[in-house]
């Protein structure tokens, strides 16, 4: 059974705790108590209806004042994969909070309202999956029972949200009709929707192909922990411990150690389960290798021919996640990439990106909260990157603030400056 | 389900997919080996429940050959069951790990807790204070715990990696956004963190993994007969730790244990499962869940979890 990570972008009034509630409880994933306890605390509110939202909400602030804080967690299981919801608010901080929810996902779910269409919201919830680079992208057209089940009014969302998408990088887009609150779609075809030729969205969920986006191609193991025994069986061991963040790895395979340029091979691949004779990414592994260098955290495993960039220089599009302080041309702050953590400078603010028009500000040179712009940066040491596209494990950092040590920014590297 | 093969082969060929349980194991094991380099004194949080055992069981895969650089610790509320304190010494000294046991009675003795009374007495409440007070004594700035996102609805926001301030408190409104697999561990003296590395396991998956694993639990687990009263909708077994009241009936009953706690909050639940596949089919059949079936601390009250953790509880 495959795992499967997908993100829900949408706000309450488009259903998106509804549809969660359904896949759920449809896949019996919700408890009685749970659902008891649900009961409970919307009759308390003075609610017609169990509000399903409250089962996601988990803290009593969110309960209290009827909003979503944060990222949740939600998981259920079919007989064909195992899910991991992650159901990012609409409203408050969307765009940190669907970052968050979105840079792991396999797949994001866009909902629509039928009856409003493509808003602004939709724009941005598919614009933030394209920039994460979500390889699925689903647009779920919901409340299709409040228009009839209209074969016209699906067509022309589809054709709008089309229109708009072509503008982002999405390799994969589906359209499916549904009605999160009947059911239509959701599990099993409905018979309400005869004009729609697709699959219902479990079906899809289930079956969407997500084990080749990984990157198979360029092989890349950064040491994460040096593991050295010191006992009398395992005397001379000494195995570097990472999880492969791309390609794939063998014994007997000619590598190269970033940054000190040293040439070997690999001895031995010692998994979990033992050795094997291949690792590849997101496996958890420890690599020998057949000549005793120096390594150590932060290094970085590849083939001599297919290396990583190596540079100090980076240009990278951020997204801002502080409250309380802004980036700007000067600021100096800790940075956090595979495995390896320096210092760096901001250079220069390109531009910013108005994420509901993707208008590019030039005359913009600062980043506050939930805010993206294409940012130049200078490390103190060089780190080993590849494109954002074509890799999201060697393509990603976090920046840290170093005074308060909070996570204040997310970046995608794009490459070096021309 | 595949189990055993390290990945699935067609036709001979490699395809490069990983089962859940693979994938959640290699997840956890990144958890295990990030924190082992940025840390300087990390422990690990050791209940002899089954969640805590998987971790352990992931911990000592994280490192191997080498054994795994940090201590275990128990937080004693010195009200265990007699399976769970066994199975626990009799591990330590299979791993050759270090124990450290920090004590509940110790807590009351010296006057850090008061001991509740009555009939629903319980230390499950006071182990706060003796778990940030052991923490803060041995100086270890990272601890992980076993808790998972699907047991509990407070958990289902937390991160995996916990900030805790220089009181131990969580503030679930103003939590270190967390993005793909790059952890921000920093911290200042004093303040901790809290490292969930089976924040994506559901209690399905603990057991699959327990079947696929071979690993060993507690007896108390599977189905046994036991002397059990039934309170709050639940059945507690009669230990010394309990005062059974007037009006409640001591009877034997076919039980097991889906959680391992403290013996006066911890509930049995009636079954015939005497096998983990036997447990795992009625983990999938089940219709409640394992905290609201037998957790008299997480029915307290309906942020009872929420406000524990504030204060920083597991």
Known sequence: MEMMRFATAGSVDDGKSTLIGRLLFDSKSIFEDQLEAVADVSERMGLDETNLALLTDGLRAEREQGI???????YFATPKRKFIIADTP?????????????????????????????????????????????????????????????????????????????????????????????????????????????????????????????????????????????????????????????????????????????????????????????????????????????????????????QPTSSQDIEAMVCWLSEGTSLAPGSKVAIKHTTRTARALVKDIQYRLDVNTLHRDVEAHTLSLNEIGRVTLRTTQPLFFDEYRRNRETGSFILIDEATNNTIGAGMIIGTPQ | MVVGALWSTLDGEMNYELSHLKALQAESIHVFREVAAEFERPVLLFSGGKDSIVMLHLATKAFWPARMPFPLMHIDTGHNFAEVYEYRDRRVSELGVKLVVASVQDSIDSGRVVEQTGPGASRNQLQTTTLLDALGEHGFDAAFGGARRDEERARAKERFYSFRDDFGQWDPKNQRPELWSLYNGRHHRGEHI????????????????????????????????????????????????????????????????????????????????????????EVSATRITERGATRADDRASEAAMEDRKREGYF
């Open chain 1, 90 to 306: 609409g409203h408050v901080q969307y765009t940190r909070n669907m970052v968050t929810g979105a840079s792991t996902a396999d797949l994001a779910i866009i909902l629509i309202d039928a009856r409003k269409g493509v808003l602004e919201q939709s724009r941005r919830h598919s614009f933030i999956a394209s920039l994460l680079r979500i390889p699925h992208l689903v647009v779920a057209v919901n409340k299709m029972d409040l228009v009839d089940y209209s074969e016209e009014r699906f067509d022309e969302i589809v054709e709008e949200f089309g229109h708009f998408a072509s503008k982002l990088e999405v390799t994969d887009l589906t359209f499916i009709p549904i009605s999160a609150l009947k059911g239509d779609n959701v599990v099993e075809r409905s018979e309400n929707t005869p004009w729609y030729g697709g699959t219902s969205l479990l079906h899809h969920l289930e079956t969407v192909h997500i084990s080749s986006d990984r990157n198979l191609i360029d092989a890349r193991l950064p040491v994460q922990y040096v593991i050295r025994p010191h006992s009398e069986e395992f005397h001379d061991y000494r195995g570097y411990a990472g999880s492969i963040a791309g390609g794939v790895l063998k014994p007997g395979d000619d590598v190269v150690v970033l940054p000190s340029g040293f040439a070997s091979k690999i001895a031995q691949i010692d998994t979990p389960e033992g050795p094997a004779s291949e690792a590849f990414s997101p496996m958890a592994v420890t690599v020998t290798l057949t000549d005793e260098i120096d390594i150590s955290r932060g290094d970085m495993i590849c083939r001599p021919h297919n």
């Open chain 2, 194 to 281: 809290r490292i969930f590395p089976l924040s994506n396991w559901t209690e399905l998956d603990i057991w699959q993994y327990i079947e696929t694993e071979d690993i060993d639990v507690p007896s108390i687990y599977y189905a046994h007969e036991r002397e059990v009263i039934a309170r709050d909708g639940m059945w507690l077994a009669i230990t010394d730790f309990i005062t059974v009241a007037d009006h409640e009936r001591v009877e034997t009953r076919q039980v097991r244990f889906r959680t391992v706690g403290d013996a006066t909050c911890t509930g049995a639940v009636e079954s015939d499962a005497g096998t983990v596949s036997a447990i795992i089919d």
């Open chain 1, 68 to 74: 979503t804080i944060d990222v949740a967690y939600r």
